[in-house]
């Protein structure tokens, strides 16, 4: 079916046209699309209107009527304030039957309006669902939201006021489990979104109302930390304990030539060589600061000949 066409009287009295509408709204609802919602609850609107199908198969008009409702509630961002308050009195329970997110529709509609503009409308909202007449087991909306309002006062709530009254009610504690979840639901959006103004940050909103990006995960592989300089690298064996000290007269070895480790295993010992054997490559030895070089004098031997 396209969206935009509108049904004739003698399509809309087709039962089999009534599930394939159903079956093209199912998706819409559940994943809630916005824009095709809103148009769709629109164009059957008009065409029970045009066809006037209540008059003829009041039955069959009414199935159409709570598809609108449900499409209606989908599409509560999009329609304007007027709708959106007679949805709320009329209809608000509807959405909760049907497991539409009604947190995320309504955030979405009040974080559409500026701020000033928010709380005027989050007041009339207010006010719509404190007078619903549609009931959760033996109470009216109304009547709940009484009780609770007089359970504990809204200033000393908390997120476990909702939790809170469920149990030490007794009406409520009484509800199956399903109504129950419903009352809580309802206590949580009145709390949160209509008992005070909601102000939140942008990324709040997009969050809330199913806008955020998904975070990406990186496929960069995360540096390791440099090795501390106190600790020798793995490859690299500590010297024994017996190792002998190094002459007081040798000096540190050249920057510009590192000296090579040999491990333990591999390294003469001081009984096999002498003392000057023990580290495999000469050492140049620096003058001292202050020190006088000796003076060779005298007739110098060649000790080779």
């Given at each position: 079916?396209?969206?935009?066409?509108?049904?004739?009287?003698?399509?809309?009295?087709?039962?089999?046209?009534?599930?394939?509408?159903?079956?093209?709204?199912?998706?819409?609802?559940?994943?809630?699309?916005?824009?095709?919602?809103?148009?769709?609850?629109?164009?059957?609107?008009?065409?029970?209107?045009?066809?006037?199908?209540?008059?003829?198969?009041?039955?069959?008009?009414?199935?159409?009527?709570?598809?609108?409702?449900?499409?209606?509630?989908?599409?509560?961002?999009?329609?304007?304030?007027?709708?959106?308050?007679?949805?709320?009195?009329?209809?608000?329970?509807?959405?909760?039957?049907?497991?539409?997110?009604?947190?995320?529709?309504?955030?979405?509609?009040?974080?559409?309006?500026?701020?000033?503009?928010?709380?005027?409308?989050?007041?009339?909202?207010?006010?719509?669902?404190?007078?619903?007449?549609?009931?959760?087991?033996?109470?009216?909306?109304?009547?709940?939201?009484?009780?609770?309002?007089?359970?504990?006062?809204?200033s000393k709530r908390t997120n476990i006021s909702p939790r809170e009254y469920l149990i030490q009610n007794h009406q409520a504690s009484t509800l199956a489990?399903?109504?129950?979840?419903?009352?809580?639901?309802?206590?949580?959006?009145?709390?949160?979104?209509?008992?005070?103004?909601?102000?939140?940050?942008?990324?709040?909103?997009?969050?809330?109302?199913?806008?955020?990006?998904?975070?990406?995960?990186?496929?960069?592989?995360?540096?390791?930390?440099?090795?501390?300089?106190?600790?020798?690298?793995?490859?690299?064996?500590?010297?024994?304990?017996?190792?002998?000290?190094?002459?007081?007269?040798?000096?540190?070895?050249?920057?510009?030539?590192?000296?090579?480790?040999v491990p333990p295993s591999s390294r003469p010992t001081e009984s096999k060589?002498?003392?000057?054997?023990?580290?495999?490559?000469?050492?140049?030895?620096?003058?001292?600061?202050?020190?006088?070089?000796?003076?060779?004098?005298?007739?110098?031997?060649?000790?080779?000949?």
């Amino acid at each position: 079916m396209n969206n935009s066409k509108q049904l004739t009287a003698e399509q809309l009295k087709n039962p089999d046209i009534l599930e394939k509408i159903r079956k093209l709204a199912e998706p819409i609802i559940w994943h809630m699309q916005t824009k095709e919602a809103y148009n769709l609850a629109l164009n059957l609107e008009k065409s029970l209107v045009a066809a006037n199908l209540k008059g003829i198969e009041p039955e069959l008009d009414k199935s159409y009527q709570d598809l609108i409702n449900k499409l209606k509630l989908t599409a509560l961002p999009m329609l304007n304030n007027e709708q959106t308050i007679q949805i709320v009195n009329e209809h608000f329970l509807d959405g909760l039957k049907d497991n539409i997110d009604m947190k995320n529709r309504l955030a979405a509609k009040l974080f559409s309006l500026p701020l000033t503009p928010r709380d005027e409308f989050r007041q009339q909202l207010q006010r719509a669902i404190k007078s619903n007449q549609q009931k959760i087991g033996p109470w009216s909306i109304e009547q709940w939201l009484a009780d609770y309002n007089n359970f504990i006062e809204p200033s000393k709530r908390t997120n476990i006021s909702p939790r809170e009254y469920l149990i030490q009610n007794h009406q409520a504690s009484t509800l199956a489990e399903d109504d129950k979840n419903k009352l809580y639901t309802l206590f949580h959006i009145y709390d949160h979104f209509l008992l005070v103004t909601p102000v939140v940050s942008e990324e709040e909103i997009r969050r809330i109302s199913g806008q955020a990006t998904r975070p990406t995960i990186s496929t960069k592989a995360t540096p390791s930390p440099a090795p501390s300089q106190s600790s020798p690298p793995s490859d690299i064996q500590p010297a024994p304990l017996s190792a002998p000290k190094s002459s007081p007269q040798t000096s540190s070895p050249s920057p510009t030539r590192p000296l090579k480790t040999v491990p333990p295993s591999s390294r003469p010992t001081e009984s096999k060589l002498g003392r000057r054997d023990i580290y495999q490559e000469p050492i140049e030895e620096s003058t001292r600061p202050g020190q006088i070089e000796p003076k060779i004098e005298g007739n110098i031997v060649d000790l080779k000949r």
